[in-house]
């Protein structure tokens, strides 16, 4: 249409077409003489009026182009959730300070966009080489690691298991002054076995600017670092005193070596490079008895050139280091005081702070008796343990992230940043996946709601506090460089038009229906209000950009375009990323997952507007027609599968094979790349249902949408228990075993993801909605309460037979062994595992 009024506006403003109308147009006299100069000059005046208006459609469009381009990096407009200063220091004194660093082994920071950053880096001494841990690693190959107790608020417990040895890490917070208080750290060190007695191991405390603020070193014995003293802007004056180790718990001094380092950095991400480029060769470490022994140590900074373009030096991060190499066992404490911390009792350090962490262990054990209840439903203390475990882990993967987002939309020729911002998440990995996910976190939330539902809104309204005009969130926050460090180059870039799973809307189901039971307090009403309109923001962009061609059908964007590099053209805005849905994408593709998230959308988008006596028919008429289980069988129920299915232009007949390449005569074969596994369609595609049983095909059971007298429950139940379709000894595989794509490559490097293994997010789902069903009267019901207990038993005893045996929850577990696999520590969506032993949904 704009393309076409342009066209005819253009051609209204050539003269040429006004000459054609006036050739045979000849005057007879002064009268028609007089009368042909005004037509000529009131053509002349059109053809003005009309050049104009061709300049002014062209600049229309123009202007249009760009205002559209600006929409992609332009934040939703109404007010903020979150104030500003809702993490600073005097609103919020008790989360200023945390574990905000998941992606490090050990580290604190405050939740403010230019922090103070300290953290720890170790190495055991061989006379081979330098193994120093700092950021999570997977490569690292550590027995375990992980939190065995944390409160998010005030104290943690964490035990990291290295070759030979165990290194157990404290910390304890004391609110008070101006600026979030103190903090103190305890490592202790003690091996394994008693071949590890003679170990040597190196501790490395660091503190760092991030760009801004001032560190004084303070030595003592020339090589000694004893405290620093410096001052940002957020934290004011402060010191962080390094301690004299003892050994262990007995409070016996120990031999210990000492060495520091000062040196800059670029980036925060570059921390572990610039202690690895200042390791001296050798140093002599002299015990009281013994002979010698060599040991690598912290010397001098040696910077490399800056590259062309790069930071400027006014944004490097001021870097101190103190060393301390000693054998086990041992015991080290850091100490942090505020400088505006005016009527401090006493230094949080040895008796105090083992009295201070006592104090928080007793009351983090008593909370999470009151909320889990573990022990009543029978399960022991190792189990108990377990489950602690695996909700601390948790809550140590919260971040605090400030940074951009690297966006881009249709109607940017070039990637932009996104409006820069804070966001407090969990994260699925501290090791592989250590940032924001959209539909992870719905998910996490669910946990974290139980344990701290102040906490989880404060969560909930980070993410939707980053929603752009149109109701979009990026789907992946990799905010910094730290950040990015840890991401591939393909998947940095975010796009507008690609959602997620609104997994959010699973938290506030529950919120709202707690409050429904209870009476609606001011402060939640007003939080509630505040959400409200970015939420009917968010649910009308779903509404809209992930509509399909029929009424109340649903598409994900954002397939994988390249469909002749995979076997099936992978769909990661959907979360399920290789689950097969049709082989060939186009607009006719209706998704059933993305059709059951909506209905559970628009459920909660009613009973929140019921709740604050908003206008809610809306929703309510929407979520009727969702829930209409004959017009979601119209739409996705396949006959001939008996099963509900993902319908699109799809073929069965694909397969992996070798592409040939031409090699011209007298040419040799290795002189060309080797040849790829390019998609070979053995049979053209059609319209119809996709052929594919798995989590896709649970979704009306897995969010409830099904009626309890559906007798689509029945068949879906009878392929949940058939071991030769979903059924495992170890949970819900994601693709029946009669699929054609069950543990297939999607290329010859992308192994099977969805196709296959068992997820715990799913699972969980499962169980919740078996729970739901055996607990509503329903032809059905007895079905579903053996299901229900014999799913959520297999699921508990896997995982934590898998904890025990290997150290770590796993990001998805075998359908054939049931042993972990994946990325670990995946203490996302996987310690969902807790609320299936509390029974809690």
């Not at 011209?664 to 390019?678: D, E, F, I, N, T």
Request: net charge neutral; aromatic share 12%; proline share 6%.
């Amino acid at each position: 249409m704009a393309r076409e009024r342009r066209r005819k506006l253009n051609e209204g403003s050539d003269p040429r077409h006004h000459e054609k109308d006036l050739r045979g147009f000849q005057p007879q006299c002064k009268r028609e003489k007089k009368r042909k100069v005004d037509v000529t000059h009131i053509c002349l005046m059109l053809a003005a009026i009309c050049s104009a208006l061709g300049f002014g459609a062209y600049a229309y469009n123009l202007y249009m182009k760009w205002w559209l381009a600006g929409r992609v990096t332009t934040l939703h407009p109404s007010p903020r959730i979150l104030d500003s200063n809702s993490s600073s220091p005097l609103l919020a004194p008790e989360k200023f300070w945390g574990s905000y660093r998941p992606q490090v082994y050990f580290g604190m920071k405050t939740r403010s966009p230019k922090s103070l950053v300290t953290g720890l880096m170790w190495m055991q001494q061989t006379e081979l080489d330098v193994h120093l841990r700092h950021t999570c690693e997977q490569n690292d190959g550590l027995p375990s690691y992980g939190w065995l107790m944390h409160d998010g608020l005030n104290f943690g417990v964490q035990e990291i298991r290295d070759l030979g040895f165990i290194l157990r890490t404290e910390f304890v917070k004391r609110v008070g002054g101006q600026h979030g208080g103190d903090w103190s750290w305890r490592i202790t060190g003690k091996a394994e076995g008693a071949e590890s007695q003679a170990s040597l191991i190196s501790l490395l405390f660091y503190v760092a600017t991030d760009g801004q603020g001032t560190l004084q070193p303070h030595l003592e014995e020339r090589t000694r670092l004893a405290f620093v003293t410096g001052s940002t802007e957020e934290l004011g004056r402060f010191r962080v005193t390094f301690q004299k180790p003892w050994a262990g718990e007995g409070k016996a001094p120990i031999f210990a070596s000492f060495n520091h380092l000062k040196a800059v950095s670029p980036s925060l991400h570059q921390l572990t490079d610039i202690v690895k480029s200042s390791l001296s060769n050798r140093f002599i470490h002299r015990p009281p008895v013994g002979k010698k022994k060599h040991y690598f140590a912290v010397d001098t900074f040696r910077p490399s050139p800056p590259a062309p373009g790069g930071t400027p030096a006014g944004d490097d991060c001021q870097v101190l280091v103190h060393q301390v190499t000693l054998q086990l066992p041992f015991q080290v404490e850091v100490v942090f005081e505020s400088g505006s911390f005016t009527d401090r009792p006493s230094m949080l350090s040895g008796e105090v702070l083992t009295a201070a962490l006592a104090q928080h262990l007793s009351t983090f054990e008593d909370k999470f008796d009151s909320i889990f209840q573990l022990r009543k439903k029978g399960f022991n203390p190792s189990q108990v343990q377990f489950a602690k475990a695996a909700l601390s882990n948790m809550i140590g993967g919260m971040g605090y992230f400030y940074g951009h987002s690297i966006v881009q939309s249709k109607y940017n020729e070039q990637p932009v940043l996104y409006p820069e911002g804070p966001l407090f998440t969990a994260v699925p990995s501290r090791s592989f996946f250590p940032r924001g996910f959209l539909w992870d976190e719905g998910f996490h939330q669910l946990l974290l709601s139980h344990w701290d539902a102040a906490m989880s809104k404060e969560v909930i309204a980070h993410w939707l506090d980053v929603m752009n005009v149109e109701g979009w969130i990026p789907r992946e926050q990799i905010l910094d460089n730290e950040a990015r460090s840890k991401v591939p180059l393909e998947f940095i870039l975010q796009r507008n038009e690609n959602a997620n799973p609104p997994t959010l809307f699973l938290v506030l189901e529950k919120l709202t229906r707690g409050l429904e039971r209870s009476s609606l307090v001011q402060k939640d009403q007003l939080y509630l209000r505040k959400l409200l309109p970015r939420l009917r923001t968010w649910y009308d962009w779903y509404n809209t950009t992930q509509a399909g061609v029929l009424p109340y059908t649903f598409r994900w964007r954002g397939r994988d375009e390249d469909t002749n590099m995979y076997l099936n053209p992978k769909t990661l805005t959907s979360g399920l990323d290789d689950y097969p849905r049709a082989s060939h994408p186009s607009q006719d593709e209706r998704h059933v997952d993305l059709r059951c998230w909506m209905t559970l959308a628009s459920g909660v988008m009613a009973d929140i507007a019921t709740l604050l006596g908003e206008p809610m028919e809306e929703y309510r008429q929407m979520h009727r027609v969702l829930s209409d289980n004959a017009l979601l069988e119209e739409q996705h129920w396949s006959e001939q599968l008996n099963a509900f299915a993902d319908y699109g232009n799809h073929t069965q007949s694909v397969v992996l094979e070798r592409e040939k390449i031409y090699i011209p005569p007298g040419q040799q074969q290795h002189h060309y790349p080797p040849p790829r596994l390019v998609r070979a369609v053995r049979k053209p595609p059609k319209v119809q249902y996709v052929g594919a049983l798995g989590y896709v095909s649970l979704f009306p059971f897995l969010l409830q949408v099904l009626q309890p007298d559906s007798p689509r429950l029945e068949i879906l139940f009878r392929d949940m228990r058939s071991e030769k379709k979903l059924w495992t000894p170890y949970g819900l595989r994601s693709l029946s075993k009669t699929s054609p794509l069950y543990l297939k490559y999607n290329t010859e490097h992308d192994g099977p993801y969805w196709r296959g293994p068992i997820w715990i997010n799913v699972n969980y789902l499962a169980v919740k909605a078996l729970h739901h069903y055996s607990n509503i009267e329903g032809p059905f019901r007895q079905q579903a309460a053996d299901l229900y207990q014999e799913l959520r038993g297999n699921l508990i005893a896997n995982i934590y037979r898998q904890y025990l045996e290997t150290g770590y929850i796993w990001e998805q577990y075998s359908d054939s062994t049931g042993k972990g696999q994946g990325s670990y520590p995946f203490t996302g969506w996987s310690a969902l595992v807790v609320l299936m032993m509390a029974e809690e949904y």
